[in-house]
């Protein structure tokens, strides 16, 4: 971490966990509270420097030599989409977007269950009740913002995507995710990343956030695919992934 830490922040270490994306390897994480008059600006400062929110804590890995994951940023501005972005778009042009406030309902409730069961089936957040949820949801010291995606043209508006978005001062970072696993076909995960690059374009703001990028897990690969991306090298700040 540079030094433009502030001293007073307290940054504390988990214990060792086998990691989640790379096989015989260990995590641990250093993190601190988010709390206070000084949440936004400490998110601000920290974000730069490659950590990531969750909840009212920020976090970024500490593994013992390793150094696989790595923060990235889409530079929105001087993103052209391909062909198959394009697809994409036209595929999910009936989908109303609608940017809310921080409260958790249980419509997101029991799309978020869903999403869980089939495409993290047996992971750690299966588990999570809806006063869970709304905890993941609701407990932020910083500007965040619901993003909820629905069918325009549906006779009851059903709701098959949501994001939760942290609002930077210089673009919008992605918190978590998750959208209806029945509607595969549509691939919402892209089309999410491809509106918060649109939202950012039309806010005249810089960067969408994806969180962590780890070059060889292959459940990382598709964020090597938003072009121009920057990755955050510690020190040397944030370079071209090119």
Not at 146 to 168: G, S
Not at 190 to 216: C, F, M, N, P
Request: neutral net charge; hydrophobic residues 35%; aromatic residues 10%.
């Amino acid at each position: 971490m540079t030094d433009q830490t502030p001293e007073t922040t307290q940054l504390f270490l988990t214990a060792a966990m086998p990691c989640p994306y790379l096989p015989g390897k260990q995590e641990r994480k250093l993190f601190t509270h988010l709390t206070g008059r000084r949440a936004a600006n400490l998110h601000h400062l920290l974000s730069e420097n490659g950590f990531r929110r969750s909840q009212n804590l920020i976090y970024r890995p500490a593994c013992e030599g390793c150094n696989a994951c790595q923060s990235v940023r889409i530079v929105a501005n001087d993103f052209v989409a391909s062909s198959r972005f394009r697809r994409v778009l036209r595929h999910n042009d009936d989908l109303s977007v609608e940017v809310r406030p921080i409260t958790a309902t249980s419509e997101q409730y029991e799309l978020f269950k869903r999403y869980l069961e089939s495409r993290h089936a047996g992971g750690g957040m299966n588990q999570m009740s809806f006063v869970d949820y709304e905890y993941m949801v609701e407990d932020t010291p910083v500007q965040s913002v619901l993003v909820e995606y629905r069918l325009r043209n549906h006779p009851d508006q059903t709701l098959v995507a949501v994001a939760l978005t942290d609002v930077m001062p210089d673009g919008l970072s992605m918190v978590y995710s998750f959208f209806d696993p029945d509607l595969a076909s549509r691939s919402l995960g892209t089309y999410l990343i491809l509106d918060h690059i649109a939202q950012v374009r039309s806010a005249g703001l810089r960067y969408v956030y994806l969180g962590y990028w780890v070059k060889d897990s292959p459940k990382m690969a598709y964020k090597a695919l938003y072009k121009p991306l920057e990755v955050q090298r510690g020190t040397l700040g944030w370079c071209s992934l090119d």
